[in-house]
């Protein structure tokens, strides 16, 4: 399980501590989750994880995984916080709407969807 | 609390019943996650959002935005189930990190570290 | 003027020079356009340049934004050159489509285009 | 030769006709790059382009990507316009410090650059 609740508070106090909050508008959220989604695909510039996920097993390039993961991550929960959007509830309802929009009988083993 | 076991489970599947597990590389997912970020940010490109959390309260760009929201958060949880990464613990370890980077005394009020 | 030429002859000799050419596919350079963008993102991740463009007149800030500026650009000739893209017509075609999609009469002083 | 004070003045003409210069501040000009930069990556998210140019030669899939080069290409031009920023000398500027971080002895064949 994912404690979102309680990262949220530890986020929400952070930047209550450090009067923060101010910065914290939807727009810069949502360009603060572009920044380190950036970070992150800067790991995968070249030729590194083209294959499988043998490639990423190096505890130092995995180390780096991480902490750009997080970064992404607390900025979608600190996002969601602040709009007071349930993240559970909003991503079932995209699974599913991607199973009707991706039926197996018509895309199985694809990449249809993916390119087209 | 966030169930990403079980949205994890559900991408699973839905992965295989597609065949599409081919596709998920560390590469593509961390560029997948990068373009639904880039589609989070469009909804903030010019004026909105920029004050404050009541300017997407409308129920039309609210919608949009709870999507790409749980696209990212998708992909993200993908991503550490595929890797094996423990999401709550990154994101504990992440924002330790923080606290030590940015001591309250020299960073309060200030967005310094943003600008700098 | 742009010498665009001479510019994707330099990056190609540099190319030519480290043997990198290989690792220039079509998928690594739009990944690197994207991750530029995300530099040049970075430095307006908070309060700067929200306003006005006397904001970024500080010689440091400047500098950072000319180099994120030249990484961008350096990536999208190097893409136009292996692709064979004639930059000027595809610029050109484009701001036609733009001025037949958003009719002065329609859109003026609105962000409308820019938010819906 | 790439015409870019030609387009330069396209687009100030196009802001002005419809009074949206006020939109086009540093902050919203670096987003709107980001923006369309993930615009071109998500026509290689998946497994397009990954090996070589011939991938993507099909008429229909070059005209997106034209497109998308495009609408990266022109913001460029119109953010430094607006900053007064001279694309071809910090081009090659940039080319400059680039030769000297990467000596050819010591990167010929490696993308050590890359992944490090």
Same mark, same amino acid.
């Given at each position: 399980? $994912?404690?979102?609740?309680? !990262?949220?508070? $530890?986020? @929400?106090?952070?930047?209550?501590? @450090?009067?923060?909050?101010?910065?914290?508008?939807?727009?810069? *959220?949502?360009?603060?989750?572009? /920044?380190?989604?950036?970070?992150? !695909? =800067?790991?995968?510039?070249?030729?590194?994880?083209?294959?499988?996920?043998?490639?990423?097993?190096?505890?130092?390039? @995995?180390? @780096?995984?991480?902490? =750009? $993961?997080?970064?992404? *991550? $607390?900025? /979608?929960?600190?996002?969601?916080?602040?709009?007071?959007?349930?993240?559970?509830? /909003?991503?079932?309802?995209?699974?599913?709407?991607?199973?009707?929009?991706?039926? /197996? =009988?018509?895309?199985?083993?694809?990449?249809?969807?993916?390119? =087209?």
């Amino acid at each position: 399980m $994912l404690d979102n609740q309680k !990262l949220a508070t $530890l986020l @929400r106090n952070f930047a209550a501590d @450090r009067d923060w909050d101010q910065f914290h508008t939807p727009k810069n *959220l949502a360009t603060s989750i572009s /920044v380190e989604a950036g970070e992150l !695909l =800067e790991l995968f510039q070249w030729s590194r994880g083209q294959k499988d996920w043998n490639e990423i097993s190096d505890p130092s390039i @995995r180390l @780096r995984i991480e902490d =750009e $993961l997080a970064d992404i *991550l $607390l900025y /979608v929960i600190r996002f969601a916080d602040k709009a007071k959007i349930d993240l559970q509830a /909003v991503c079932e309802r995209k699974i599913a709407a991607n199973a009707a929009k991706y039926p /197996v =009988e018509n895309f199985r083993g694809s990449d249809r969807k993916y390119n =087209e």
